[in-house]
């Protein structure tokens, strides 16, 4: 009862003031005090004698705290930390030191199974010296709040691999078992399963799963043997920390005045009472009937695409669905119900078109729900419907909003558009950055009648492996929301990428198209109460070349992901001062033919629309034969500008994307730890850029480079001094025939009086080379070549502005060769 709640959370108050008013000192056993319990829980000293454990029980060190299956303890120490534990856990605080002058504070424990959410206090927040250890490795935590699970469930009763998220806060290492793996973005987890352990995006249903695991259990009272009572507290010591305390120690909440209700009692009962709109009809089986579309594979000459029609199901007895669609198609499937928060189950069902159906259904507010199921020749089957939201309300101001990429239940790709399973694998695997769905409004929206809504960009990259033992795949989905033939507002989407298994083999392109699907003909394809869902799927193909110079063959499939928002990550003043500009810069790329690989250099030009979130431009490198190009027109590509850091774009005609690296912020330099080419460069934009074989043309191009920046004019140059600039270089290598990405670290000196300088390329796989440059006559340009230890090279770059400084940053394109190796790309730095 309430009484006995408001008890119990009093008592826990009391504890954590009385042991908070004395350090904790490095020679007492006493590290903090349990304020909360519901049994079982137990303590066991040294020699193995176990205590059950009551509210307000001190927390001794080196003592094991367990639970059993119903257990749950919270544990507060003097420093502000917290440990909830949850059931069937075992914790040991091994050592706990507090020094509240000093601002000190140091913690050790030891966690052998179970979960528990840790808080951090000044232990990890001044020192940051707190270590946990686990199972799975060693977290060394920084002022952060970090659950951790070793053997949990989803709340539909799935198991979960052994995790660690970041909930909220700085950072969480985990050590010990396999490379050193670090959280530093609040929502993602690293988990720790058969062999190394890797880093993703915490998906909602773990993060219910332990809220549900660590929460209170009905009818228990806090540990204690007798419910507490009011005498109870008041013949306890909360009082002298409380109630008894002066006025002026502790001040009572002054009552404010009741709000003037003006409205006639009887006009507000009126209206609580009347029925607004029209009752559902209810069927004569007591179901609940539900409308949604329904979409399955249709294949014509081998090629797969996905095809709707609209239906209704109802709820049976047993908690499943039936339902028809189509001419006279009937289906059902597993019972899923909705709920406030996405969650999602493994689920079975049957279709009269399809037969056998296994696949994942998800739910969510609004009466949200999604069956993404295949049959056993994985033909797809997908039904969608629940409450439609508003685009165009959602999709408001300059903020970018991010929809998180649930897998796809039949590959496991988070990669919208990634059809082909071996890329959609490749982009989820260990080492692989995907991005959310990124969407922000478009700035030309001013009423609803108006053509788009929004804009949008996914996309997926994986550089796994150095040399020869290089892995790489990518994948940019950019897209418009827009209004429908049939009415309503839906995303169309192109997607392109590409991916290569072996550093000598030849690159694999994928493209397809992409569209989010509706729940009803006529109505905006977004679900939810605040349009927090969608649901996206990708047709298209995948080109494999022929190891000769045949054509190759081409396969198609179909993908489909649910999408939720993440409010916590969405995105608020971003700059687009690249809006109705043109921007220069440099590119770079290995372009590949049937007889062989060309390296080189050339330019970017893109000129960016503030009016519709979108761009036109070109990338145009010089090849040993011939100019090889791509150009992002409004008639054979899907671009979108979200903001100078968030640019993508894809085409349907060559295959080719573009995607700043802000959107996949891949850590490749500094040793794989920073994602950043420079420090303070925000005011230069870089990113990756490729196409595939088509048509007239066998060239392809896999994850070249290209950079763009605000060059100032010559004459703002200054005319004395000098400046030294440190940043970092990508770009391809070929290594006696072989292929792959490597990065380096770049230094450069600029004399301003003499218009000369040099720029340095150190650690660039395992290559050093300097080039000595001379500046441009006519513009804030320079160039030069030079030859170290070997390797030629040479550098084409331009002074970058921020807006207050001309010569802030540099950037630009470089070559080297030494023998049978060469390469080719990007650098840019910032003084």
């Known amino acids: 009862m309430k009484t006995t709640r408001r008890h119990a959370l009093l008592c826990a108050s009391a504890a954590l003031l009385l042991l908070a008013s004395a350090p904790a000192q490095a020679d007492t056993n006493i590290a903090g005090v349990t304020a909360a319990v519901n049994p079982d829980a137990r303590s066991f000293d040294a020699g193995g004698k176990p205590k059950l454990i009551s509210l307000g029980d001190p927390v001794i060190r080196n003592h094991r705290i367990e639970t059993s299956g119903q257990g749950l303890v919270q544990i507060l120490l003097a420093d502000g930390t917290s440990f909830t534990v949850g059931p069937n856990s075992s914790v040991v605080i091994d050592s706990f030191v507090y020094d509240p002058e000093k601002n000190t504070a140091s913690l050790a424990a030891t966690m052998t199974k179970g979960a528990l959410r840790f808080i951090g206090g000044k232990a990890s927040k001044a020192s940051g010296d707190v270590k946990i250890d686990t199972p799975i490795g060693t977290a060394g935590i920084r002022g952060a709040v970090v659950d951790i699970n070793l053997n949990g469930q989803t709340p539909d009763g799935q198991p979960l691999p052994p995790h660690m998220t970041l909930v909220y806060g700085k950072e969480v290492q985990l050590t010990g078992n396999g490379a050193p793996q670090r959280l530093f973005k609040q929502g993602f987890s690293i988990v720790a399963g058969d062999g190394q352990p890797r880093i993703q995006r915490t998906p909602p249903q773990w993060v219910s799963g332990l809220q549900q695991f660590l929460a209170g259990r009905p009818g228990q009272s806090g540990g204690a043997s007798n419910t507490p009572t009011d005498q109870t507290v008041a ?70 695409e996905l095809s709707g029609s609209f239906g209704q199901m109802t709820r049976q007895a047993d908690g499943s669905w039936a339902g028809t669609h189509g001419e ?45 199921m295949r049959n056993d020749v994985n033909d797809a089957f997908i039904v969608v419907g629940g409450q439609t939201a508003s685009m165009s309300s959602t999709f408001t101001g300059t903020k970018v909003l991010h929809y998180v990429v649930q897998p796809d239940p039949a590959t496991g790709a988070v990669s919208i558009g990634a059809v082909n399973a071996d890329l959609a694998r490749a982009l989820s695997g260990s080492g692989a950055v995907n991005s959310d769905l990124l969407v922000v409004a478009a700035s030309g929206v001013n009423s609803s009648e108006s053509a788009a809504v929004g804009k949008a960009i996914q996309a997926s990259i994986l550089i796994n492996g150095t040399g020869t033992g290089q892995f790489s795949a990518i994948n940019v989905t950019a897209g418009t929301f827009a209004r429908l033939e049939q009415g309503g507002h839906g995303l169309a989407a ?98 590949k033919t049937w007889s062989g690989i060309d390296l080189d250099t050339g330019t970017v030009s893109l000129s960016f629309n503030g009016g519709t979130n979108s761009f036109t431009g070109a990338i145009d490198i010089d090849t040993a034969d011939e100019r090889e190009e791509i150009y992002l027109t409004s008639s054979n590509s899907e671009t979108a500008y979200l903001n100078d850091r968030l640019i993508g774009a894809a085409s349907d005609v060559d295959g080719s994307y573009l995607v700043s690296s802000d959107v996949v912020p891949a850590k490749i330099f500094a040793d794989d730890t920073s994602s950043a080419i420079c420090n303070s460069c925000s005011f230069m934009t870089w990113g990756w850029w490729g196409k595939a074989a088509s048509g007239e043309s066998s060239q392809s191009v896999h994850l070249g480079n290209w950079i763009i920046g605000k060059t100032p004019e010559v004459g703002r140059l200054p ?52 080039s000595n440059v001379n500046f441009g006559s006519g513009a804030a340009t320079f160039s030069g070549s030079g030859t170290t230890d070997g390797v030629s090279s040479s550098v084409t770059g331009a002074f970058a502005s921020n807006g207050t400084d001309p010569v802030k940053g540099i950037m630009g394109n470089f070559s080297a060769e030494d023998g049978t190796w060469s390469s080719s790309g990007i650098f840019a730095g910032s003084r």
């Open 235 to 304: 013949s306890s010591a909360v009082s002298q920390t409380n109630s008894a305390q002066l006025p002026s120690e502790n001040t009572i909440p002054v009552p404010q005045p009741r709000p003037i209700v003006t409205t006639p009692v009887e006009e507000v009962a009126g209206e609580s009472q009347r029925d607004v709109g029209t009752r559902p009809e209810v069927p004569d089986d007591g179901g609940e009937p539900w409308d949604g579309s329904v979409g399955v594979v249709s294949e014509d000459e081998g090629y797969r």
């Open 328 to 372: 006279e198609q009937s289906f059902t499937l597993d019972g899923k119900s909705a709920s406030s928060g996405l969650t999602s189950a493994t689920v079975s069902g049957s279709s009269t078109l399809l037969g056998e159906l296994e696949g994942k259904a998800y739910a969510g507010s609004g009466e949200f729900l999604a069956y993404l």
């Open 494 to 591: 192109l997607s392109s990428g590409g991916y290569l298994t072996s550093p000598s083999g030849h690159v694999e392109n994928t493209q397809s198209v992409v569209e989010t699907v509706g729940g009803s003909e006529s109505s905006d394809e977004l679900f939810g109460k605040n349009g927090e869902y969608m649901v996206i799927v990708a047709s298209g193909e995948t080109y494999v070349p022929d190891p000769g110079e045949g054509e190759g063959t081409i396969s198609y499939d179909v993908g489909a992901n649910v999408l939720s928002r993440n409010n916590n990550l969405t995105q608020t003043n971003v700059s687009r001062s690249f809006a109705n500009q043109t921007l220069t810069g440099f590119a770079a790329g290995a372009v």
């Open 719 to 770: 005319s004395s001094g000098s400046a030294t600039y440190n940043g970092n270089a990508v770009g391809t290598v070929l290594n006696n025939g072989d292929q792959y990405i490597a990065t380096g670290t770049m230094r450069s000196t600029m004399n301003f009086g003499t218009r000369t300088g040099d720029v340095e390329i150190t650690d660039y796989d395992g290559r050093d080379f300097t």
